[in-house]
């Protein structure tokens, strides 16, 4: 367990972990067939803040081991959904570096990674799904 993470009430865990378990289907999608889904889930969604996306982050990673831990590509989705039941929706993107090569995957609020690593500034977006807009990449 992480420093970061924190236990959730029995009451609060449902919610989030249907987001993770959404998280983890959606994951094992084609990268079309995901960002069509995404698109599809930011439909109408104002664009989350900053404390909003980190909170969902947060509860993700209280309900799920994996996605506190390596699971980027579920944990952006789950924390990207988490946003959406609530009206909002965080910037999601899944990128790469080449050197060396890293693939990951991410929420940005406000204009910036939500709770990631500094090395994420040195990722390029392939794929973006924005609030209510169409999807880049």
């Keep these: ?5 924190r236990r959730l009430p029995l ?3 449902p919610l989030p972990l249907l987001a993770v378990a959404a998280g983890h289907l959606i994951g094992r999608l084609p990268p079309r067939r995901i960002r069509s889904v995404l698109t599809v889930a930011a439909r109408g969604a104002r ?5 909003e996306a980190g ?6 990673t209280a309900v799920s081991v994996r996605c506190a831990g390596e699971g980027c590509l579920p ?8 946003c959406r ?8 993107h ?8 890293r693939a990951h995957a991410w929420v940005e609020a406000e204009g910036r990674p939500v709770d990631e690593p500094l090395s994420t500034a040195q990722m390029r977006p392939v794929v973006t799904v924005s609030a209510g807009r169409a999807p880049r990449g």
Excluded at 1 to 5: E, F, L
Excluded at 94 to 101: E, K, Q, S, W
């Design 55 to 60: 909170r969902a982050r947060g509860t993700v």
């Design 94 to 101: 899944a990128g790469v570096r080449t050197l060396p090569f």
């Design 1 to 5: 367990m992480t420093a970061s993470r």
């Design 85 to 92: 039941v609530h009206g909002s929706w965080p910037t999601w």
């Design 47 to 51: 664009p989350a803040s900053y404390a």
């Design 11 to 13: 009451s609060r865990r």
């Design 75 to 82: 944990r952006s989705i789950a924390t990207a959904l988490l």
